[in-house]
């Protein structure tokens, strides 16, 4: 069974007073830029620094005390490692982390910090998931997967809660809503949401391209993998395929399809720590990417992008606002 | 006569729509980091990257037609010069900006991006004041000052309003509010809105070492210079001494003064882009360095820390970032 919006209301509840309600941002300087009036759901803002948290925590919390006190696993790049780790840690349960050995520092660190065991691989020559499995075979406990997993979905969908909730009390009625893409779980818990909540804004998936796989599975109607496992600036967004579960609600509910160059991904990083004053990591910044590039027309639209995510290296912004 | 509560109220008439009503945030690992809870009102966010819009936005509406029809003279670092361009552009009014040459590039651009027309001095040898009075004689321009003016006193006071609002709504009671301080301008606005709209909450101007004109000008019960013009990395925060219409209401409300040393600022600075993900500028982030270094003790208290510029090099950036 699909998670639908009571299941995303009851993520509410339990995130209430431990997720960030994270601020929708506007600013003169984008809406000039874009040509439309663009709203910025700020999840660079939530515990973590990325929606991961809300998702994370959600699954967790389902969790039976029992199948808690054995520990969890994740399979992450870093966002949904961070997300894990501080979310396992409200429970005091353990958390391992499998993560790719180029992972971006800052979320390597940031696992650490909140408490995670990092169990480093190579993206290229070993398999994530072999090793997963024998973690949970030794200690029996459980997969939290980063996308392909009722719960984690509805936690995520509970950003599309808040993004209707704001458009209701100011009155906004945005047609297009962005959302970065990696395996879908996101913008598939955002879609359940605004499909009953705020019906006339479209949901688009924001993909780098190369790695535009849910697009052309949308396209396909069933499930297309990347060839590519590496190699795109968006460290985020690069798995390899949508998840089965985000896929059907995305596919039921008519989602759009957008893909975004590496240069101008690095371009809108550096226009948000220039002009929106935000620090944003690359994957995160995608639909940002989308409608100041001309992958996304927003030229007299209202438009809610979602930041998915900051957690960015020095040397990656520095790469950025040093790009033409 | 000094600037009051009514003249805030119609500064906030005139910035309805003009300015950004900033947001007030809170981050789950800023209140761990100082063990109080810590609100940030970000003027980062404000159209321009800092506060400075809405004093000069006031005090150039308040011009007669004439008055504004031979244009507008700023001396300024760089955030009130880009206010004032800005704020000049809304009425199609010429602007002329005298800047120091070492003023960071992004507010030199910044303002010429907004329509100034900039004039750069020497810091160290030349009199800005001097070069200011020969372009005001040959235009018959006004002079907007970036601090010592009934009008953009009121027009920064909209911040404390906004803060007075936010805390109203959310019910919460900070008994403290810390504000970066050059002039006084901002802190002195603030000062008169929350002294009838937040009378809990103590003022706290904010000072890098070196520069704390106005801690010894409040000690002394007079006005004291700085001996140093140049040389600290809060390039927004030099000026010789207080102005003496906030001085005189900060003297009267009762503000406390705290100053932070160069490397917490640069901590700060660091702090708030790794893990509240928000790009301050090292003045805009005297505050925050103050409740995160030992210059402030925010150990249960509610505290709103302005956040009040983020208008930064990327080289500053990276040597906030590469700071121990």
Redesign the interface.
Known sequence: MQPNLHDIEMAATRLAGRA?RT?M?????LDEATGGRILLKCE??Q?T?SFKFRGAYNAVAALTADARARGVVALSSGNHAQGVAAAAAFFGTEATIVMPADAPR?KVEGTKRFGGRVVPYDRAGEDRDEIAARIMATSGASLIHPFNDNDVIAGQGTVGLEIAEYCSASGDRPEAVLVPCSGGGLSAGIHIALHEKLPGARVHVVEPEGFDDYARSLAAGAIRPNERRSGSICDALMSRFPGGIGFEVNQRLGAGAVSVADPSVLAAVAFA????????EPGGAAGLAAVLSDAFDARGKCVVVVLSG?NID?ET??AA??SP
Do not use: Q
């Open positions: 960030v601020p941002l506007s600013s003169p300087m660079t803002l515990k620094g800052a720590f220039r002009h929106l004053k935000l620090v944003v900051g020095p912004m520095a606002l040093a």
